[in-house]
């Protein structure tokens, strides 16, 4: 074979063999873009959602009232101050259940007692004029204080209404008393927690077709929701006995066509 037909036929392997190589290069780089096509769709047709809230609001009465009430006698003997305590209690507790309370409405703390011997002490002694002349023993008797704090708690608000109004009648020159004002509660909020939370979903919900109506789509399943925190405020200033109940939920609606 001489060289002329050699270089011809080395020339044609070449060819062939670098023919192969484009043609695997265009799969590989086809594929490659197969990919990338892919990834670009998914990249365009994201979730498409709508993050609305919902409220619901009712006014309710309050159902637990609480009021505390306290009082303090003195002797010079701690027997004399038991026979002030006891009596000084009884006119108390009697008061309240006057007016409707119960004994399971008063929840009496434990009383404090403080008692100080009689003891003597030497104490500088002045003249009309303010100056120090001397010493003098000063004799001090011995002192008992009784103290008694009681918490009033119950769901008749007229009974503890009517007591507060006339505390007064417990005052006394003579005697160490005072008084708190009654603080208004609601506590049955587990009994309308489901309906709140179902009408707040509900008013999320009706958003959430109002903002895809005017997209031309349709609400669809929720992707994730928070049901946020119920709030128990007075409805109005001075209007302690009525209580606004709030809660708001924030939801992501799925959107789809």
Do not use: C
Request: aromatic residues 8%; negative net charge.
């Amino acid at each position: 074979m001489n060289d002329g037909k050699f270089q011809v036929i080395k020339a044609l392997i070449l060819g062939i063999l670098l023919g192969a190589a484009l043609v695997g290069s265009a799969v590989v780089i086809s594929g490659g873009f197969g990919k990338i096509a892919a990834g670009f769709s998914t990249i365009a047709k994201p979730d498409r959602v709508v993050s609305v809230r919902g409220l619901s609001e009712r006014e309710v009465d309050a159902d637990l009232a609480t009021m505390h009430v306290s009082f303090s006698v003195t002797a010079e003997t701690l027997e004399e101050a038991h026979k002030l305590f006891d009596a000084r209690y009884a006119e108390i507790t009697d008061y309240l259940k006057s007016n409707g309370l119960t004994d399971e409405d008063l929840i009496p703390d434990k009383p404090d007692i403080d008692f100080r011997k009689a003891y003597t002490s030497k104490e500088r002694k002045y003249n009309d004029e303010g100056k120090m002349i001397g010493y003098e023993n000063v004799d001090h008797p011995s002192k008992a204080n009784i103290s008694q704090s009681i918490l009033i708690r119950t769901n008749n608000l007229k009974a503890i209404s009517n007591a507060y109004m006339h505390t007064t009648e417990l005052d006394g020159t003579d005697k160490e008393f005072s008084y708190s004002g009654v603080n208004y509660d609601f506590v049955g909020l587990n009994a309308i927690k489901p309906e709140m939370i179902a009408e707040a979903t509900k008013n999320a919900r009706e958003a959430a077709e109002k903002f895809a109506l005017d997209s031309n789509s349709a609400v669809g399943k929720i992707k994730q929701a928070s049901q946020g925190w119920f709030s128990v405020n007075d409805a109005e200033e001075g209007m302690e006995q009525r209580k606004v109940v709030r809660v708001v939920t924030s939801i992501d609606f799925y959107i789809v066509d």
